[in-house]
């Protein structure tokens, strides 16, 4: 089973930039679709960016549309989130998520089965 460390998270000024990693344990982490999600204070966890076991799909949430960029090293077990231009409405608690019974980019997370600790991002203005 796969288990997920995230790391990165921090203070940024808004504009500023940060970049999020998720290492992942197990051998078929190559297999799984991953995702990033976030829950800021009083708000439901919502759908941030999505990519496929190969990379060669990824899906964004309208909001972080051309500001965030998922990517991942399957030879690293890593999948990654570079936030540019960042803002105070980015500030929540950041999750990476695997899904490993669905092949498809799904932004609900209930297709989601395994969750890193998560890493808390605050964006002052």
């Known amino acids: 089973q796969v288990q997920l460390v995230e790391s990165g998270g921090g203070l940024v000024q808004a504009g500023g930039s940060l970049r999020l990693s998720c290492a992942a344990s197990?051998?078929?982490?190559?297999?799984?679709?991953m995702g990033w999600f976030r829950q800021a204070p009083g708000k439901e966890r919502e759908f941030v960016a999505g990519?496929?076991?190969?990379?060669?799909?990824?899906r964004y949430a309208d909001s972080v549309k051309g500001r965030f960029t998922i990517s991942r090293d399957n030879a690293k077990n890593t999948e990654y989130l570079q936030m540019n231009s960042l803002k105070p409405e980015d500030t929540a608690v950041y999750y990476c998520?695997?899904?490993?019974?669905?092949?498809?980019?799904?932004?609900?997370?209930?297709?989601?089965?395994?969750w890193g600790q998560g890493t808390q991002v605050t964006v002052s203005s």
């Open positions: 998520a695997a899904s490993t019974s669905y092949s498809g980019i799904y932004v609900g997370s209930e297709r989601y089965d395994t």
């Open positions: 990519i496929s076991w190969s990379g060669g799909s990824t």
């Open positions: 197990g051998r078929t982490f190559s297999s799984y679709t």
